[in-house]
C-alpha cells in the first residue's frame, strides 16, 4: 500500500486519464441514485482481500461519479453553483498529491506565503488596511462562526471581562442560515433579526430604529451586526455603508458575510454596491461560489488580526514551538488546526490568467445575469420577483403552485436539461437562477424560461 508497484501506476495513470478527460469535456448533469440502486450496482466494494485498483476506479466513473450532479453543468443554476477554472482544478490534484499541512507556518510556510497573497489581493479589493489578514477555511459557515467568535472574545476584552446577560447580534431575515446557526447553536447568542427594506435589505435607518426600541439590558450585549454583500436566496447586498455607522456608534464588530457575492468586488459594473466594506472588522469571501475555485474554499479577513489570534490561538505543550514564534498560522485565525491548504487552488489559478481574466469572467455572469432579467420582465408567464443586484433571478411562475414546481424541477433533471429548483420568497413557492458560470448563456436562460410556459 505504501510502495509505489506497477498496479499503482497503472490505476494512476487510468484515474489521470479520467480527470483530465472531465476537464476537457462538457459533463452530463447526472442524477442522484436511491441507496437501493448503489447498492446494487456499487455495494460491498470494501472487502478483505480488495477488490484492485481497475474495479475501484470503474465502481467511480461508471457508477458513482454519475451519481453525483455536475455542479460545475452550465445550466446548474440552483443553490449557489461552482464554477472552477482549469488551472484551479488541476491544481488541486497537485494539492493532494503534496499534501501539504497547511495549519502552520513551520510546516507549510510556502503554501501559507501564495495563500496570503491571494487574501491580500482580495483585501485591497475591500480597501482594508495593509494589516489585514486572515486564512482559507472550509466554507462560509466556518469562517462566519470563526469571524463571530473572535468579534465576542474582543467584546468580552473591551469590557473587562464583565459579561452581559445575554450575548446578542443584529442580523436581518435574509442573512444566511450558517450565521443563525453558528449563533444560537454554536456560540448559545441571541439573534435579534432587523426588519429589510422591501428587497430585504438590512438598512442603517432600520437597524438603528430596532436598536434604540430595546431594553438597555438586551442592548447592552450587542457585540456584533452581520451585514450581508449579496444574500443567497435573493442576491441583494445589504447597505453596508449605513450599518457601518450605527456598528462605529454603537462599538460594535461589524461582519460582512460575502460568501457568494463578495466577489462582485472585482467586478466594476457592480463594486459601488460594497460601499462600507472598507470598514468591516471581519470579512469572508467563498472562492468555491463566484470566484471559480472548486470546493472547498473560504476566505477569512481580519481588519485587526491581533484580535482574531487572541480568539483562535490553540495552547497545548506540544504546539509551542508552532504558536511562540509569532510567525503567520492560519491556525490562530479560525476553528480549525490541521488544514488543507484549500486557497491553493485559487492562488495558483489567479498568477496563471491574471486578476484581469477574474474581472472579465465576473462581469461576463452579471451581463447573463441582467440579459435573463430582462428576458423574465418580458415574459407574460413570469415575475421578476426582487430587482436583481448581482446574479441570482428569483421570480415566479404566474398561477403555479408548490406541485407545478416541484415536477417541472424533477422534469428538467430527469431530461437532463437543467438543474432548477424551488425557493421560497416571503412565505410562496418560487424559483430563482443562480448564475456564476462564466460559460452559461442567455440561450441557456432562455430555454429554461420556455420550458414554464
Ligand atoms: C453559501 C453561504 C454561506 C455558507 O457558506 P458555505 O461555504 O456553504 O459554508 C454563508 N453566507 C452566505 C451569504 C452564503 O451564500
Redesign the pocket.
Given at each position: 500500500m505504501h510502495s509505489y508497484t506497477p498496479e499503482d501506476d497503472r490505476t494512476a495513470r487510468a484515474l489521470l486519464a479520467y480527470c483530465l478527460a472531465r476537464m476537457a469535456n462538457d459533463q452530463p448533469l447526472d442524477r442522484p441514485l436511491r441507496p437501493e440502486e448503489l447498492e446494487a450496482l456499487a455495494g460491498g466494494s470494501i472487502t478483505a482481500a480488495g477488490v484492485g485498483g481497475t474495479e475501484a476506479l470503474r465502481l467511480w466513473t461508471e457508477v458513482l461519479g454519475p451519481a453525483c450532479l455536475s455542479v460545475d453543468h452550465r445550466r446548474y443554476l440552483s443553490f449557489?453553483p461552482n464554477a472552477p477554472t482549469k488551472a484551479a482544478t488541476y491544481f488541486d490534484m497537485l494539492v493532494a498529491a503534496s499534501n501539504v499541512y497547511g495549519g502552520s507556518w513551520l510546516e507549510g510556510s510556502g503554501a501559507v506565503y501564495a495563500e496570503n497573497q491571494a487574501l491580500r489581493w482580495l483585501a485591497d479589493l475591500a480597501g482594508l488596511p495593509p494589516e489585514s489578514g486572515g486564512c482559507f477555511v472550509?466554507?462560509?459557515?466556518?469562517g462566519?462562526l470563526s469571524a463571530l467568535v473572535a468579534a465576542r472574545e474582543a467584546a468580552l476584552h473591551r469590557r473587562g471581562g464583565r459579561r452581559p446577560d445575554r450575548w446578542a447580534v443584529c442580523v436581518t431575515a435574509e442573512t444566511?442560515s450558517?450565521?443563525k446557526h453558528a449563533l444560537r447553536v454554536v456560540m448559545d447568542v441571541d439573534v435579534l433579526e432587523v426588519d429589510g427594506d422591501t428587497r430585504g435589505r438590512l438598512c442603517g435607518a432600520a437597524l438603528r430604529a430596532r436598536v434604540a426600541a430595546l431594553p438597555g439590558s438586551v442592548r447592552d450585549g450587542i457585540f456584533a451586526v452581520v451585514a450581508?454583500a449579496?444574500?443567497?436566496n435573493l442576491g441583494v447586498v445589504d447597505d453596508i455603508a449605513g450599518i457601518a455607522d450605527v456598528a462605529a456608534e454603537q462599538g460594535w464588530w461589524l461582519h460582512v458575510?460575502g460568501?457568494?457575492?463578495g466577489a462582485g468586488l472585482a467586478a466594476p459594473s457592480v463594486r459601488r454596491l460594497f460601499a462600507g466594506v472598507e470598514r468591516a472588522d471581519s470579512f469572508i469571501v467563498?472562492p468555491?461560489?463566484w470566484l471559480f475555485a472548486p470546493f472547498?474554499s473560504?476566505a477569512l479577513i481580519y481588519r485587526d488580526p491581533v484580535q482574531a489570534r487572541a480568539a483562535h490561538t490553540q495552547h497545548a505543550g506540544y504546539l509551542d514551538p508552532v504558536t511562540v514564534a509569532g510567525e503567520w498560522n492560519p491556525s490562530d485565525f479560525a476553528l480549525h488546526l490541521t488544514r488543507r491548504a484549500r486557497g491553493l487552488p485559487f492562488w495558483f489559478s489567479l498568477a496563471v490568467y491574471g486578476t484581469d481574466a477574474y474581472r472579465a469572467a465576473l462581469e461576463q455572469t452579471l451581463t447573463v445575469a441582467r440579459a435573463g432579467a430582462d428576458l423574465i420582465r418580458r415574459a407574460p408567464h413570469l415575475d421578476l420577483l426582487v430587482e436583481p443586484d448581482l446574479t441570482v433571478l428569483i421570480f415566479e411562475r404566474t398561477g403555479w403552485g408548490a406541485e407545478d414546481y416541484a415536477a417541472w424541477s424533477a422534469r428538467l433533471l430527469r431530461e437532463q436539461v437543467a438543474f432548477v429548483t424551488p425557493t421560497r420568497h416571503r412565505h410562496r413557492v418560487c424559483t430563482r437562477l443562480a448564475i456564476v458560470n462564466p460559460l452559461t448563456t442567455v440561450d441557456d436562460l432562455a430555454l429554461i424560461l420556455d420550458s414554464m410556459r
Open positions: 449557489i472550509q466554507g462560509g459557515t466556518i462566519n444566511h450558517s450565521v450581508t449579496g444574500t443567497t458575510d460568501a457568494y457575492g467563498d468555491h461560489k472547498d473560504c
